[in-house]
């Protein structure tokens, strides 16, 4: 038995939490960090080969998890099939969170405009190949 004590996991926020595999969670933590102001509040520590099981962001009042892929237990990486993966951020001062977004490396898919509904919508990819779109009601 460890002498280690393991801290416990937060409760997610929201009622519905997005979970993303990617290649690379420990650097998307950090490039989600300074593109959407996202807070870490939980990380497993890196194994040897530096990936994560698990770890727990904050985002815009909202909890994201990610994860790299373990394919030698089964959960290997693959692309998303037969959907979208598209994460869904609304706030009322969007130019700033889609500037931050922009200067933090996010590559504009579709630009911030109004749209044929009445918001301002847009959207993203970012390095990782999670798209991130953007919608404030339109003033």
């Given amino acids: 038995m460890s002498d280690e004590t393991q801290q416990a996991m937060p409760t997610p926020t929201g009622g519905l939490n997005a ?3 990617v290649d690379g969670a420990i650097k998307a933590a950090e490039f989600y960090g300074r593109a959407f102001d996202a807070t ?3 990380a497993v520590p890196a194994d040897d080969q530096g990936r994560t099981m698990h770890i727990h962001l904050h985002v815009n009042g ?4 990610l994860g790299d892929a373990y394919p030698e237990h089964g959960h290997p990486h ?7 993966l598209q994460l869904h951020l609304s706030h009322d001062d969007i130019d700033s969170w889609w500037q931050r977004a922009v200067d933090a490396g996010c590559e504009v898919t579709v630009p911030l405009q109004v749209m044929f509904w009445g918001d ?3 959207q993203l990819r970012d390095p990782f190949g999670v798209v991130w779109a953007m919608n404030a009601p339109a003033s």
């Fill in 78 to 84: 693959e692309p998303a099939q037969g959907y979208v």
């Fill in 120 to 122: 301002r919508w847009g």
């Fill in 19 to 21: 979970y993303l595999q």
């Fill in 40 to 42: 870490e509040v939980y």
């Fill in 62 to 65: 909202s909890s994201l998890m």
